[in-house]
């Protein structure tokens, strides 16, 4: 009797574990920041955005179901890499370097950046006129990378756009370098703002997936030529964007 018991809890066991797995593997689990608007950003404590939505689309065709994580910019690749997430989608830049570590999907976006500068204050013109100026960015974004470059930029890095916007009014920086999108929101948003744009930096945004998952990335791949064809992909642009 001892040993039927035994068999049959071990029957039971290996039931559950095979459900847990297989409702595991269903599960992908996402990582944000949800700083960046219209990308991703948070509404009501719920994470909505550009990118939300196209990764929500994206699962639905590959069957799958979504967790989403939402985590310091600088923190999601670690995170990727940890096996913590198993995408991330957040205007992430497919750049050579990133690329060492992660596997990116097809480009989903180009965008460039634009320097925001407080009307009462604007010392700054161009993107060639930052030296000499205080400028914020946020850590590890393309601005990050691009104003660090120029010499004799005293350089404010925030943790996230809203803190480097508020650093802004206050006129404890005299401008911001953001990417497009999100500088035309808070533009649009803060009337006192005022936007200048460049053609600096030309990036392209990517889904990232581990540098062993290339399956995975072939497959959002697929999803995402799928969502051009049948037309969602411009739907969710016109919806957030506009005419871009």
Same mark, same amino acid.
């Given at each position: 009797m001892k040993k039927l018991f035994c068999a049959v809890m071990l029957l039971l066991m290996g039931i559950v574990g095979s459900v847990s797995l297989a409702k595991e593997n269903k599960v992908l689990y996402v990582g944000t920041n949800a700083e960046f608007q219209p990308f991703e950003y948070l509404e009501d404590g719920k994470i909505v955005?550009? !990118?939300v939505e196209l990764m929500e689309e994206i699962a639905k065709l590959m069957g799958k179901e979504i967790e989403w994580k939402n985590i310091a910019f600088d923190g999601l690749l670690p995170a990727l890499q940890a096996k913590k997430l198993d995408v991330i989608i957040a205007g992430m830049t497919a750049t050579e370097e990133r690329k060492k570590f992660v596997n990116f999907s097809e480009t989903y976006y180009t965008s460039n950046q634009m320097i925001l500068i407080n009307k009462e204050n604007p010392v700054v013109e161009s993107f060639?006129?930052?030296a000499g100026h205080n400028?914020?960015?946020i850590l590890g &974004?393309?601005? !990050?990378?691009?104003?660090?470059?120029?010499d004799g930029v005293k350089?404010?890095? &925030?943790?996230g756009a809203a803190e480097a916007i508020m650093a802004l009014k206050a006129k404890k920086v005299d401008a911001v370098v953001l990417d497009s999108e999100p500088a035309k929101n808070y533009a649009k948003q803060n009337k006192e703002l005022g936007l200048?744009?460049? !053609?600096v930096s030309k990036e392209e945004y990517a889904i990232a997936v581990g540098k062993d998952n290339k399956a995975l990335a072939d497959n959002i791949d697929k999803a995402l030529k799928t969502l051009n064809e049948n037309g969602t992909y411009d739907k969710l642009i016109q919806k957030y964007f506009g005419d871009k």
């Open positions: 955005g550009f !990118d060639d006129k930052l400028v914020g960015v &974004y393309t601005g !990050d990378i691009a104003v660090s470059a120029i350089v404010q890095r &925030y943790n200048i744009n460049t !053609d």
